[in-house]
């Protein structure tokens, strides 16, 4: 038997996409002038208070900050953000905007399908690391998309394997880690949320939060689902799931919509659950078990029940 992580959320499931064509997207700064907080930011929560980004296709950061009863304290705030380029590392550093009320900085542009910003903050006397994962087009891609896949209904669905559902394009797509080994899974369902074979996708998954991992996927048995290690210690703060195809990428993080917060600290994540499951071997249906221990006096006797599902 095999312990299996469940990356249940509380939150509802949102679909963020990117396709082979690409939107026009205003500059960071425009974007700050519409709204005190811009529309195409990703909002984090810390302990210190909550931090909103926003990166355009072109690599522009404006960065807003607030206290924790909700007041603008980005003025106060500093950092720099990194990233890489090749074998080198580079670094640009978030300075105080009057025009935009932001930090901002000049990042890369997002060349890849996938691409990680890492930052470092310091604010309320506090540091805070963390890490970006972004799509060409930046954050504004993530909410034009998700705003679609809002109209998906995942109210009915049922993980086969116990992981967690989550919309990424076309695809549904299941998430599911396995606590001994580190291994992570990812299938393909249909309308009826059963398994179907992987095909021609190719899957990644980047893990955010201070310490970032993305983990490239290979085929598993029969193509039955995509599998890769990853090693996070507790509940991942953050996952990203990007699936491509030929001529088209998607990208989606679990659990998110536009006007959701992501919890980075201080309060609640992903939920972890353990489940005990047998593997079929074409990674298909599998068995749940449930074992129950039960004490009763202070004596060596003991009670357990199982129950097969």
Known sequence: MKKLVSLALAVSFALVS????????????????????????VVEVYEQGQIAW??????????????????????KASGTIEWNEGD???????SFDEQSNALVAQGPVPKDDLNEIRYALVYEGEPVIGSLH???AGTAALHVEAEAAAKVDVTSAVAPHGGVVQIVGEDRVEIVADDDSDEVRVYLLDASW????????????????AKPQVIVLVPGESGAYCVGHWHVVGQPPRVTVMIKRPGVTHVAIVGWHPGAKIVMAGGPRVKVKVKGVHWSGNGGPTTMVKIDVKEHGHGPKGKMKIKFK
């Not at 690599?59 to 900050?65: H, I, T």
């Not at 590392?89 to 978030?94: D, H």
């Open 88 to 94: 080198a590392v580079k670094s640009a550093k978030l």
């Open 194 to 209: 059963k398994p179907i074979v992987v095909g021609d996708r190719k899957i990644t998954l980047a893990i955010g939060g």
């Open 18 to 41: 990117v396709g082979c064509g690409k939107q026009k997207q205003g500059s960071a700064r425009e974007s700050a002038a519409e709204s005190p907080i811009a529309s195409t930011s």
């Open 134 to 136: 972004v799509p060409r």
């Open 54 to 75: 926003n990166v355009d296709e072109n690599g522009q950061l404006l960065v807003r900050v607030q206290d924790g009863v909700g007041a603008d304290t980005t003025r």
